[in-house]
């Protein structure tokens, strides 16, 4: 679970009834517009977020968790709703980091590490704005409010293997999400570790065609086995 408002990763544990924090340090306001990574041999509590959002599950390997974040904030450093994370004719919103974190997790289902895998962050100056939009390498590429991550299901032949007990092997290499003021679906290639737009022109809209020239107002997104996006 994205604790948005706490900043922090929690766990439902189903069987017991009982709730953890994963990774991040819950209710902390203090770290407000930091941004730390938790390597491995790192407790985890050691990362802090800013505004995780929504988490997605590696279905190949489900001891691999992606979580979409932003903080946004006025030059007051106050928080901000998303439709206001832009600048404004009376104030400048800044967000000092947006873009995607894996958190690894041992056997157990307790955290092993906190990375970031994509997003702009500029460690010696962490209050210039982060929003944007770039397509390239992921430690520059530019988003402005991620908001949905989805990866592709099992197929059905990795069902069945799995049912039997048969692991489908290596993780996911592809991982989308929706870049909500940007209006586009960003696809992040995990084996090259480039981010390119798989979808839209950049302007909301309804507008079917291309990819290229369709338009959205996009918040969520789902997979289908056979690698549909919608």
């Known amino acids: 679970i994205g604790d948005t408002f706490a900043s922090c990763i929690r766990a439902v544990e189903l069987a017991s009834g009982h ?8 209710g902390d306001l203090d770290n407000r517009g930091r941004h730390a990574d938790a390597p491995s041999g790192t407790p985890c ?12 599950v590696d279905p190949r390997n489900e001891s691999i968790v992606y979580v979409s974040e ?15 994370c832009h600048p404004t004719s009376s104030t400048m919103m800044k967000a ?30 962490p209050q210039q704005s982060a929003l944007g939009f770039a397509d390239g390498p992921v430690a520059t590429a530019k ?32 991982l989308f999400a929706i870049d909500d003021l940007n209006q586009r679906v960003r696809r992040l ?9 798989l979808a839209g022109k950049g302007g909301p809209g309804c507008a079917d065609g291309p990819v290229q020239s369709a338009t959205f107002n996009p918040v969520g997104l789902g997979l289908g086995r056979d690698g549909s996006v919608y």
């Open 189 to 197: 290639d995990l084996r090259t570790n480039e981010v390119s737009t």
């Open 19 to 26: 709730v953890t924090t994963l990774a991040g340090r819950c």
């Open 70 to 84: 932003v903080e946004c904030s006025d030059d007051g450093g106050i928080r901000v709703p998303r439709g206001r």
């Open 143 to 174: 988003f402005h409010y991620i908001h949905g991550v989805a990866m592709q299901p099992l197929d059905a032949e990795e069902e069945e293997a799995r049912a039997q007990g048969i692991s489908p092997g290596a993780s996911s290499t592809t």
């Open 96 to 125: 000092s980091f947006t873009g995607i974190r894996k958190l690894e997790l041992h056997p157990n289902g307790s955290c092993s590490s906190v990375t970031t895998v994509a997003g702009f962050f500029n460690s010696s100056a």
């Open 45 to 56: 509590s050691q990362a802090t977020f800013n505004h995780p959002h929504k988490v997605t």
